[in-house]
């Protein structure tokens, strides 16, 4: 545990703490479930005080990297840091609409076309297979009419996660599903709700897979960004009709 650490820099130094803490955890060098040593020892290697190494503390709890406990046999545990949590913090920013529409759709357009067009380098006969069971099943929320909304928004989630699962980085999978998995607030709250936009959501994700199980790139990306141009289109119209949205 001694080397860990160095003495922290007399510049704020609580922020210099947290940084050779987590970076000691993101390195592996601390693993999830081990017992950081006490305050005492801490500030020892810190060579800080008992308050600048509370502040530190405080900000690595807040981040879900350590857990503090009170009852007997307690103290600082270090957690599983992984791309789970990171996906749900990038989920509350999204949920708590700290990401403007404009912030959403532009990175949405950029990623989400990137990410069908090297979904459409890698996809195999399986991969085709499953999407297009997943249009099928959209096909069948769509006889629902808008009875069938929820259902198709489900698996809108599920078509748009999996072309990142076909893309092959699991940093797109995770932002992707994140992103995803709250959007539906802001088609709740710009309430775009109707049967011509099941239509054209169902339309795009058919053109999307299609175009992924031909292996063209260039079209599915295109597709891509088109889908997500048109519905924040609609939100934006929403928006401009309704300022107090």
């Not at 529409?101 to 990137?114: D, M, N, Q």
Request: aromatic share 6%.
């Amino acid at each position: 545990m001694n080397s860990h650490f160095q003495r922290a820099k007399q510049t704020r130094m609580y922020q210099d703490v947290v940084e050779q803490m987590q970076t000691a955890i993101a390195e592996g060098r601390m693993c999830p479930g081990e017992l950081l040593p006490s305050d005492q020892k801490l500030c020892e290697m810190f060579q800080t005080d008992e308050d600048t190494l509370g502040e530190a503390l405080r900000i690595l709890e807040e981040k879900g990297l350590i857990e503090i406990r009170l009852e007997a046999g307690g103290g600082a545990f270090v957690k599983d840091a992984n791309a789970e949590l990171m996906a749900e913090n990038l989920a509350m920013l999204i949920r708590s609409y700290t990401i403007s529409l404009e912030h959403l759709t532009e990175f949405r357009e950029t990623v989400e076309g990137t990410v069908a067009g090297l979904a459409a380098q890698r996809t195999t006969a399986s991969d085709n297979q499953k999407m297009a069971k997943l249009v099928e099943e959209a096909a069948l929320c769509m006889e629902k009419g808008l009875d069938g909304w929820n259902s198709l928004v489900q698996i809108d989630e599920k078509i748009h996660t999996g072309i990142a699962r076909i893309a092959g980085n699991p940093l797109f999978t995770f932002v992707l599903h994140s992103i995803h998995d709250s959007i539906h607030r802001y088609y709740d709250k710009f309430q775009i709700i109707g049967e011509t936009e099941m239509d054209e959501n169902f339309q795009d994700l058919h053109l999307i897979v299609e175009a992924i199980a031909d292996r063209d790139a260039e079209r599915a990306q295109k597709y891509a960004a088109e889908h997500v141009r048109r519905f924040s289109r609609y939100m934006e119209q929403k928006k401009r009709t309704n300022p107090t949205i």
